[in-house]
């Protein structure tokens, strides 16, 4: 059973539309993390949120982390080619371990 | 910049072989993982150290073993690889510290088992 789950699995969109993907949990986690992982590579971090409600913003990309600690969100906007790729959620509690989501598949299409 | 390597990017073995992943990283990290990623299963959990010859289980380390001789190597085994231990496996090191520190990953190795 996952700890995280995410949504949608899949998505394609046109170049230039926005896009949101969402990891759920009914588990509180203390921090959560956002990685991208391109074909053939290792997920890569794009972002660490700690406090309920916060917002970080990096470029084109927002994310977004609930009150109560047990859901996120990433929006982008303006989709480019470029944002093609898996991105991962994963939440972190005190100790060395990380709860990864199943991942959504984000095609952009030129 | 951070880099951690594995020693493979494809491995063809044989069911029963004794197969070994080798990672090195040269950030001087603390932490180090083994993780297998599967469609739709996302990044489950095998082993990770946090000092060398120290060990802890994961979420899923039933087949595999591990080796920690040196800070810089984390060695994954599986001892006697069976066709559902086909798979992406990740190789990710960090700093010391909690899961909130940032794990920075190897490319992968990916493995198939005949």
């Known amino acids: 059973t996952q700890l995280l789950e995410q949504s949608p699995q899949f998505l394609s969109i046109q170049e230039g539309e926005n896009l949101t993907v969402y990891c759920n949990s009914s588990?509180?986690?203390?921090?959560l993390q956002w990685y991208r992982q391109e074909p053939g590579e290792g997920p890569v971090l794009l972002v660490t949120?700690?406090?309920?409600?916060e917002v970080k913003k990096l470029k084109r990309l927002t994310f977004q982390f609930g009150d109560a600690r047990k859901d996120s969100s990433l929006h982008i906007t303006a989709a480019q080619t470029g944002d093609t790729g898996l991105y991962l959620c994963?939440?972190?509690?005190?100790?060395?371990?990380?709860?990864f989501g199943a991942g959504t598949t984000v095609t952009v299409r030129a | 910049d951070v880099k951690v390597t594995q020693s493979s990017r494809y491995l063809v073995k044989r069911t029963g072989e004794k197969v070994f992943l080798e990672c090195v990283q040269d950030?001087?990290?603390?932490?180090m993982f083994w993780y297998r990623q599967d469609p739709g299963l996302g990044l489950r959990l095998i082993y990770f150290s946090y000092d060398v010859k120290m060990k802890e289980k994961g979420d899923i380390p039933e087949g595999y073993s591990v080796s920690r001789e040196k800070k810089e190597r984390f060695s994954l085994i599986l001892e006697s690889a069976s066709t559902n231990q086909t798979s992406m496996y990740l190789c990710?090191?960090?700093?010391?510290?909690?899961?909130?520190?940032?794990?920075?990953f190897g490319p992968g190795t990916r493995l198939t088992v005949l």
């Open positions: 588990s509180v986690f203390s921090s």
């Open positions: 949120v700690v406090t309920g409600g």
């Open positions: 994963a939440g972190a509690n005190n100790d060395y371990k990380l709860s």
């Open positions: 990710a090191s960090s700093l010391e510290g909690t899961g909130h520190v940032e794990q920075f």
């Open positions: 950030m001087d990290h603390e932490n």
